[in-house]
C-alpha cells in the first residue's frame, strides 16, 4: 500500500536507487537492468560542465584488430538526477577515436542539465557515460582518459627536425612559448606521430627506382610491399600473402592479405614488444592500396599474430656467478636472443621463423655464469583473434624425432616474442634430468595460465 513505510532499493556497484515509493509513473524492474555490451563510466570534477567538453582517449591497439571488422559507434549519455540521458547525435560534435579503437579526442557539447543530484554514483562528480550495443571486443585496451584536449600541429620556421627522424616523447611539451589565458598547464600524454623528415638524396634514388619497377600499380606482392612502405612512414615492415585470409586461411584465389608491423614505440626497443598498428591506419592503408590494385582483388589489412616463447630450464652457475643476478643476466640474455627487434635477434621480425630447441640450448649454455644445462624445454602461446588460447609445452612431445621439439608459427602471419620472464631454476649438481610439463604451480596468471 502506498501509505506503507516499506521501501525497495536498487543496489548499483558504486551506489543505490530507490524504486519504492516510485517518484514517477515509470515502471521500475526488480533487478537494475544493463541494456548494453559494454559501457565506460566517466566522472567530471570542477564547475559544471555545460558546454563544449574534449576528451583525449589514449588506446592501445588490439593485435586481433583488422579491416574486415567493424566498428561500432558508440552511445553517449549523461546522468541527470539518477536517469541516464542519451545525448543528441549532435551534441557529439567531432570524435577521432574510431569506435575507441585507435587514440584521439572526443569533443562533446553537453546539456546543462546535468547535475550532481545522484545516489546510483557518487555524487562528487558530474558522470557521463559512452557504452556499445554489441561488439565490446572490436574496442582497444584503454589506457588513460584526459579532459581539455586539443591536438598540435608543428609548423616549421627553420627549426631543427630530428624529431621527425626520432618522434617528441611524451612529456616533452611543457609549456607554451608565450602565456596562454586560463591555462593552467600543459601536458604532452603520447609521444610525437606522423612526422616525416626530408628526403635524403640515397632514399630519393631509392624511391625513384621502385617507383620505376612497380609504376604505382600493386600486382607482385612486392609492389604491394613497397608501395604501402613509402606511403605510410609509420609502418615498419610489411609482408605480402597472396591467396590468404585470415578466416580462410591459405590458399584462398583472389584474397591478398597484407601483415603490417607498426613502427617500435621506444628505442631501444623492449624485447618483448608487441608493436600494433590501430584500425584507423589499416584502413587507410586498404584504401590506399585498393585503388592501385585490381578491382577484383579483395585486400585484408591486418597486424601480426605475436606468438610468444617461454623458456624453461634448470642451471648449474658457476662457482663465482652469484645467483640472483645471474638469473636475471640469463633472462635477459634469453630475451635478446629470441627478440625480432634487436640486433642479437635470431628472428629479426621476419615470417617464416623457427625456433630451433638446439639452438637455443647451445645459446645459454654459452654464457659466461653457465657451467651445466639440464631440463630445458619451451612454451609456445597463441591468442587468435577470437580472444582464445593455444598452449603448446615441448616438454609434452613422446618419441620426439630430430626437430619434434623446435617450435614453428601457428599461423604463417605470426611473429615470435619472448615472453617477459622465463621459468629458470638452478642446481647444485651435474644431473642430466628430463623436461617436465609445466605444473598448474608453475604457470602465471595473465602469461602462462591458460584453461583448453
Avoid at 569506435?99 to 545522484?118: E, K, M, Y
Wanted: aromatic share 8%; with cysteine.
Amino acid at each position: 500500500p502506498k501509505d506503507s513505510n516499506h521501501q525497495i532499493l536498487h543496489l548499483h556497484p558504486l551506489g543505490w536507487e530507490s524504486i519504492y515509493p516510485p517518484v514517477d509513473n515509470r515502471p521500475n524492474p526488480i533487478l537494475p537492468g544493463n541494456d548494453h555490451a559494454g559501457a565506460l563510466l566517466i566522472g567530471l570534477g570542477g564547475t559544471h560542465p555545460a558546454g563544449a567538453l574534449t576528451l583525449f582517449f589514449q588506446i592501445r591497439p588490439k593485435s586481433e584488430q583488422h579491416t574486415a571488422g567493424t566498428t561500432r559507434a558508440p552511445h553517449w549519455y549523461y546522468l541527470s538526477s539518477n536517469r541516464w540521458m542519451k545525448l543528441p547525435a549532435r551534441h557529439v560534435i567531432g570524435d577521432t577515436t574510431n569506435g575507441f579503437t585507435c587514440s584521439g579526442i572526443v569533443t562533446l557539447d553537453i546539456p546543462r542539465d546535468i547535475n550532481r543530484d545522484n545516489t546510483i554514483l557518487p555524487d562528487r562528480c558530474f558522470w557521463l557515460c559512452t557504452a556499445v550495443d554489441q561488439d565490446p571486443q572490436c574496442a582497444g585496451h584503454l589506457l588513460g582518459v584526459a579532459a581539455q584536449a586539443l591536438s598540435v600541429t608543428w609548423e616549421n620556421q627553420d627549426n631543427a627536425t630530428d624529431h621527425l627522424q626520432t618522434p617528441l616523447a611524451a612529456g616533452t611539451i611543457r609549456q607554451a612559448r608565450a602565456t596562454l589565458a586560463g591555462i593552467a598547464s600543459i601536458v604532452q600524454p603520447t609521444p610525437s606521430a606522423n612526422g616525416r623528415a626530408p628526403e635524403a638524396d640515397r632514399t630519393l634514388t631509392t624511391r625513384i627506382s621502385e617507383r620505376l619497377r612497380h609504376k604505382n600499380r600493386a600486382i607482385t606482392p612486392w609492389d604491394y610491399e613497397r608501395l604501402v612502405l613509402e606511403q605510410f612512414p609509420e609502418i615498419f615492415k610489411v609482408k605480402c600473402f597472396p591467396g590468404a585470409s585470415t578466416a580462410k586461411g591459405m590458399n584462398t584465389a583472389g584474397h591478398v592479405l597484407l601483415v603490417v608491423i607498426a613502427q617500435l614505440e621506444s628505442d631501444p626497443p623492449d624485447p618483448d614488444q608487441q608493436p600494433m598498428a590501430d584500425a584507423r591506419l589499416l584502413g587507410r592503408i586498404k584504401d590506399y592500396v585498393a585503388r592501385l590494385a585490381s578491382p577484383f582483388a579483395a585486400i585484408e589489412v591486418c597486424n601480426p599474430v605475436y606468438e610468444q616463447i617461454q623458456v624453461r630450464c634448470s642451471v648449474k652457475l658457476h662457482p663465482s656467478a652469484v645467483g640472483g643476478a645471474s638469473i636475471k643476466h640469463i633472462n635477459q640474455a634469453i630475451n635478446q636472443y629470441l627478440s625480432p627487434w634487436t640486433d642479437q635477434g635470431r628472428n629479426q621480425a621476419r615470417f617464416g621463423w623457427r625456433i630451433r630447441h638446439a639452438d637455443i640450448a647451445s645459446y645459454i649454455l654459452g654464457l659466461e655464469c653457465v657451467s651445466y644445462l639440464t631440463q630445458f624445454s619451451m612454451l609456445h602461446i597463441v591468442q587468435d583473434k577470437n580472444d582464445t588460447y593455444a598452449l603448446f609445452d615441448t616438454a609434452g612431445v613422446q618419441g620426439a624425432t630430430a626437430h619434434a621439439e623446435d617450435i614453428k608459427p601457428k599461423y604463417p602471419w605470426g611473429i615470435a616474442v619472448p615472453l617477459r620472464h622465463h621459468y629458470i631454476e638452478t642446481i647444485n649438481d651435474y644431473l642430466a634430468l628430463e623436461p617436465r610439463s609445466a605444473g598448474i604451480d608453475e604457470l602465471k596468471i595473465g602469461e602462462t595460465f591458460i584453461i583448453s
